[in-house]
Each structure stands twice: as C-alpha cells, then as structure tokens.
C-alpha cells in the first residue's frame, strides 16, 4: 500500500506545483487585458483551474504527504521539518493565489502584471528547496 500512497503523493504534487506556476501566469495576462469578453474567459480559467485542480490536489498532497512521514517515521527527522516548513510557505502561496483570484472575479485587481511575474517565482524557489530536502536529507 505504501508505494501506492506514494504514486499518489508525487502525482498530487505535480498537479499542485503545474497550478502553482499557471495561475500567477494566466494573472500576468489577465491583468494586461483589462475588461471584456477575454476577462471573463481568464476569470473561468482561473476558478477551474484553483478549484477543480490545484486545491484538490494540494489537499491530496498534504494528506498523503501527511501518511508517508508517519509511515516511515520522518516526524522527528529535521529535513522534515525544514520541508514542512516550505510546504507550509507553498501552502501560502496557494492561499495568496486563491485572494487574487476573487479579486480578479470582482473586477478589483490592484497589481501590475510585473507584480504576478514575481509571484510566478516564489512556487519554484519553494518546490527547489523541498526537492533538495527530501532527497538529500542534508540533516
């Protein structure tokens, strides 16, 4: 069972991280179009995209990611700490998006598409240091 609840952890992060990085770039273009008929496109592409991908499998992640470290006894290791510290921050991230999305779905969006090129950033640099946790397991 645990390889499987494993498959399910890695196949849940890919489509958290794929949104992750989508999102902020579908606001960097949203944010460029102003109104109209392309705005309410990216408003639907947005709500779909936060609420029938990215949080499902955020809530997969955490609870088969929530499995594995009591399985394998990873609670009391520090890189596990260290990483569910940047899964917290991720999980931040996520949030933060979901804000900006109901402010797009109100027509009150207060940032420049540069502010969402740099939001696009944070998810990499996030996923960089979760990686390099679990697989080096530095200490």
């Known amino acids: 069972m645990y390889v499987w609840i494993k498959a399910l952890h890695v196949i849940a992060i890919i489509s958290w991280m794929a949104g992750l990085l989508y999102l902020p770039r579908l606001f960097v273009y949203h944010a460029s179009v102003g109104g109209g008929a392309l705005s309410d496109t990216f ?3 947005e709500r779909r995209l936060y609420r029938y991908i990215m949080t499902p499998a955020m809530l ?3 609870i088969t990611g929530l499995y594995l470290a009591v399985e394998t006894g990873a609670l009391s290791s ?3 700490h260290a990483k569910a510290t940047l899964v917290v921050l991720l999980t931040a991230a996520h949030l933060h998006d979901g804000v900006l999305m109901r402010r797009f779905a109100q027509d009150a969006n207060s940032h420049s598409p540069r502010y969402y090129r740099i939001v696009n950033e ?3 640099l996030l996923m960089i240091g979760i990686v390099i946790l679990v697989i080096v397991k530095p200490f």
């Open 43 to 45: 408003k639907v592409m």
């Open 122 to 124: 944070l998810p990499t």
């Open 60 to 62: 997969v992640a955490w």
């Open 78 to 80: 520090g890189w596990f």
